[in-house]
């Protein structure tokens, strides 16, 4: 059985190397919607595959960081990168270009790493992630499988190599989260939320 829990945000950045003008040469929005899939063959506890109050801790957290942030390309010039450092407190960079592919796949290897790490607290079992679905239009979405956020041939991101301003990680619940999930200590689902 597949499950789906939506979350948007507002997000700017620019994809270099696109076929079109305005997105490879300007800064832009969108306001997102981030469908994440979750998968698993049993029921827990509740006679749920996981429940949807579970997702809004540390997948939340960390998808929400995106919401009015500017996602900078790690490769991009050196000058534009600092200058919007300089000038925005929120800001992630990113090890590859922050097209709707590429966040579907970043953000796969997110949630995934998040699902491996966590202690289950209410009997679910063999809760897996199908798919990131990331629509930056209403008309256009790019959906990310485990093969996908882990292809090579796609550009490999390493997730130390993803980095968050620290007014980011300032306001999550827990500033340590993301070095946490890189040191790979357990999170511990609550018996209730």
């Known amino acids: 059985m597949i499950i789906r829990k939506l979350f948007k945000f507002e997000n700017a950045h620019i994809v270099r190397g696109c076929s079109t003008q305005r997105c490879s040469q300007n800064i832009h929005g969108h306001s997102y919607n981030i469908e994440v899939l979750l998968e698993s063959n049993y029921l827990d506890s509740g006679q749920m595959v ?43 960079e990113l090890p590859v270009s922050p097209s709707a592919e590429q966040f579907s796949r970043v953000i796969y290897l997110i949630v995934e790493r998040i699902l491996e790490l966590t202690v289950m607290q209410n009997a679910e079992r063999n809760v897996t992630l199908n798919s990131i679905i990331v629509h930056e239009t209403q008309t256009g979405y790019a959906q990310g499988f485990k093969e996908d956020a882990h292809s090579l041939l796609m550009g490999k991101i390493e997730l130390k190599e993803i980095k968050f301003s620290s007014q980011i990680m300032k306001e999550w619940n827990d500033s340590s989260l993301w070095k946490k999930l890189l040191d790979g200590e357990s999170l511990i689902n609550p018996s209730k939320v």
């Open 50 to 92: 996981y429940d949807f109050g579970l997702m809004k801790l540390a997948i939340k957290e960390l998808i929400d960081s995106f919401d009015h942030s500017i996602t900078l390309w790690s490769g991009d010039d050196k000058g534009y990168l600092d200058s919007m450092k300089q000038y925005s407190t929120r800001w992630i």
